[in-house]
């Protein structure tokens, strides 16, 4: 199992940046795939970006271009480089880590994203 907490989230006016960090409380470098989700009021989680052990990344079409997801295993980190942020980008952001064997995946407790216009 693994702990997760994100950071990095705040009040930023639209055409501006965030990075969103996600801090695991084991080392990252066995679990398949690490993502950021994001859930804004009266809509369901939806896929942010994800990465996978090897690197592999792939991004939801409203953000391709925008962000960017890393990892760091020597960290244990996964991050979110939010560039050029939408109002329609508002939402609770959430780290979640999966990985084979593993009974269901899990979640952090979510960091807020609000984005003037």
């Known amino acids: 199992q693994v702990q997760l907490v994100e950071s990095g989230g705040g009040l930023v006016q639209a055409g501006g940046s965030l990075r969103l960090s996600c801090a695991a409380s084991?080392?990252?470098?066995?679990?398949?795939?690490m993502g950021w989700y994001r859930q804004a009021p009266g809509k369901q989680r939806e896929l942010v970006a994800r990465?996978?052990?090897?690197?592999?990344?792939n991004y939801a079409d409203s953000v391709k271009g925008r962000f960017t997801i890393s990892r760091d295993n020597a960290k244990n980190t996964v991050c979110l480089q939010m560039n050029n942020l939408k109002p329609e980008d508002t939402a609770v952001y959430y780290c979640?880590?999966?990985?084979?064997?593993?009974?269901?995946?899990?979640w952090g407790q979510g960091t807020q994203v609000t984005v003037s216009s």
């Open positions: 979640n880590a999966d990985r084979r064997g593993w009974q269901r995946d899990y």
């Open positions: 084991r080392p990252i470098f066995d679990i398949d795939t």
């Open positions: 990465i996978t052990r090897d690197g592999s990344t």
